[in-house]
C-alpha cells in the first residue's frame, strides 16, 4: 500500500482581478493594459504542518495572503510586461520571498483573443529544489528559487460553427461547437526553450486561432472525437510544444445537458502516424 502524502497547508489566492500591459492586444495594438485575472496556490513545507495556524490558531505560524496580494499588487497591477510567461517569471520572482515548497500560478487574459471567449491563459506548477527552468532569482527567505516542473498555455472557448453529427438534420446545417485547448509544457529543456520564445509573441496565438477556427468552419464530421483529432493535428503542426489537449463540446446537442462533448490528449507521435 501506498504512503500517503505527507501533511500540508495551502494558502491560495483565487481570481485576483488586475491590470497590465503583456504585449500587443487581440487587435495587435502594443502597449495596451489588459484585464486579468491571477489565481495562486502556495504550498507550506510539510514540516511546518505540525505546527502551523491550524493547530495554534497563531497567526505567526502562517503566511499572510494579505502580504501576498500586496506584494502581487506592487509588482504587477498596472505594470507592462512582455507576456504572459514574462508576466510569470516576474511573479516568481516576487515569490522568491515567500515561504513555500510548491506554487501553482495560473494568469487567464480574457480579452487577449477575439475568437475565444475564455481567453488566454498561462498555467505553471513552481517547485524548490527541482531540476528545471529556473525562474525565480533564488533570494529570500524562501531557501531557493522556483524552478518549474510543469507548464501550459489554455486557450478557451472557442465558438466555431461547422457540420458536426450522424442525425439527418444536423447534416443540412451547421451549428456551434465550443472548443478548448491545453498546450502542455515541454520534457527537455531544449523543446522548453523554444516553446517559450515561440509563446512569447502574441501573435502565435492569434495565428493558432485563426487557423484552427479556418479547418473547423471548412470540417464536415459526423463524430466528435474525429473532429477533435484534426483540431489536435492543426494545434501541434503550429506550435511546438509535445502534448494537446483537446477538449470539443456540443452545446446544442442535447436538450437538457449545457455541453456533451469528447477530451482527447495528442502527441508529436500522434503526427507520424497521420503522415
Known sequence: ??????????????????????????????????????????TLPSTAAAASASSTDNLAHTFSYGTMCKHILAHVDAKEFLSLDDLTTQLAQVADAWPGEMLKVG???????????????????????????????????????????????????LKIACVIGVN?????????????????????????????????????????????????????????EALAALVAKTVLEGFAGPRVMVRVEKPSALAFVEGAGVEIVRDRQFLLGEK
Open 107 to 157: 494568469v487567464v487574459a480574457p480579452k487577449a483573443l477575439l475568437r475565444a471567449e475564455g481567453g488566454l491563459g498561462r498555467e505553471v506548477l513552481l517547485r524548490r529544489g527541482v531540476v528545471g527552468r529556473q525562474m525565480g532569482r533564488g533570494e529570500g527567505e524562501g531557501g531557493g528559487g522556483w524552478c518549474v516542473e510543469s507548464h501550459e498555455w489554455v486557450i478557451n472557448s
Open 168 to 224: 439527418e438534420h444536423e447534416r443540412l446545417e451547421k451549428q456551434v461547437v465550443s472548443i478548448d485547448l491545453r498546450l502542455l509544457g515541454a520534457d527537455s529543456d531544449d523543446d522548453d526553450n523554444a516553446t517559450t520564445e515561440q509563446a512569447q509573441s502574441g501573435a502565435v496565438w492569434r495565428d493558432l486561432v485563426r487557423r484552427v477556427c479556418e479547418v473547423v468552419e471548412a470540417s464536415s464530421f459526423k463524430t466528435l
Open 1 to 42: 500500500m501506498p504512503l500517503p502524502p505527507p501533511p500540508n497547508d495551502t494558502i491560495t489566492l483565487r481570481a485576483l482581478h488586475l491590470t497590465a500591459t503583456i504585449g500587443p492586444d487581440a487587435w495587435s495594438r502594443p502597449s495596451k493594459p489588459q484585464p486579468l485575472t491571477l489565481t495562486l496556490a502556495l
